[in-house]
């Protein structure tokens, strides 16, 4: 589809009922979050580890991907490569943890079936985290590799921060003339570290997984000092144009950053940018890490589709 043809458009799907297990982890209350200030950091990073291992252990034996390690210009990276394979084209992906926590390896819930079904393999950079590394360490590492791949990427893909990332890589892109993926998939995407937005005063208390105190911390670990308001830090307030890839955006109405990603679609339609806005009624930040959730294994699907469908029309 031509620049000149493609529209904009937004699709809110909204799910008859909620499955029982989603139900289930909505049910668990109080939600309890730990404090992340720098010396509970290390103890919370094992700990996330630790609880995603069993689910990241059963995705890679089910889509029965092969996992590798890659160096690319100095940045660790962990490689996901499926069964079958459609061309030597890659998809690049940002993990999430607000960049105080997570890893590519605890990202495998998604990456894991999002290389299996879209039949591409999946680069996940290892970028370095805050606060040892405040920015601009991972936007940095991320870029590195992005600039690495650029003329053999078909899409790039992230959650949460790392939606940050892969949004702070396509501006970069613009900014140094380098080649763009057909298509991205942000995931609840982190993109305005000041926090703003409805969704962070009535989403908290009924996200599961993120409150206003943890994003606050996160921020401020990743850009004390600076201008929040630079682009490669909150790529909300960047320049976007039509000739920035097709995206599709995830969230849903308990994502306590539900507002961000309803700016963002505003901001990128306004701009041209062809967005698919996906709300999931009763759902919370980045549902999709849950792999075992059936909502996460329907959207899922629907987005490789979407990954699939833009590969096609690629030159």
Not at 106 to 132: F, H, R
Not at 216 to 221: E, N, R, S, V, W
């Amino acid at each position: 589809m031509s620049k000149k043809t493609k529209k904009t458009y937004h699709l809110s799907i909204n799910q008859v009922s909620l499955s029982d297990e989603a139900k289930r982890f909505i049910a668990k209350k109080p939600y309890e979050f730990a404090d992340r200030n720098e010396e509970n950091l290390v103890s919370i990073r094992s700990s996330i580890r630790a609880s995603i291992e069993p689910m990241v252990r059963r995705v890679i034996e089910t889509y029965g991907v092969q996992i590798s390690h890659q160096v690319i210009e100095g940045v660790s990276c962990q490689v996901v490569k499926p069964k079958k394979t459609l061309s030597d084209y890659k998809i690049l992906y940002g993990f999430g943890g607000g960049f105080v926590s997570g890893s590519a390896f605890e990202d495998l819930t998604i990456a894991v079936p999002i290389s299996a079904l879209a039949e591409l393999e999946v680069i996940i950079p290892e970028y370095k985290l805050a606060p040892e590394y405040p920015w601009p360490a991972a936007c940095d590492g991320f870029f590195t590799v992005y600039s690495s791949l650029s003329e053999t990427l078909a899409a790039i893909v992230g959650e949460s921060a790392g939606g940050n990332l892969a949004l702070v890589a396509l501006l970069k892109a613009k900014k140094f003339g380098l080649r763009m993926p057909k298509s991205a998939v942000l995931f609840s995407p982190w993109c305005n570290l000041k926090n703003e937005g409805d969704s962070l005063e009535f989403n908290e208390g009924r996200d599961p997984t993120l409150s206003i105190r943890q994003s606050l911390a996160a921020a401020d670990h990743y850009a004390s000092g600076q201008d929040l308001t630079n682009p490669e830090i909150s790529p909300l307030f960047g320049v976007f144009d039509s000739t920035f890839p097709e995206i599709l955006i995830s969230s849903g109405t308990r994502d306590l950053l539900l507002s961000q990603s309803i700016q963002l679609t505003s901001l990128l339609r306004s701009s041209g940018v062809s967005v698919d806005l996906r709300i999931w009624e009763g759902l919370w930040h980045v549902f999709e890490w849950n792999a075992d959730l059936p909502e996460s294994i329907i959207s899922i699907k629907q987005i490789t589709d979407f990954l699939k469908n833009n590969f096609t029309s690629l030159e």
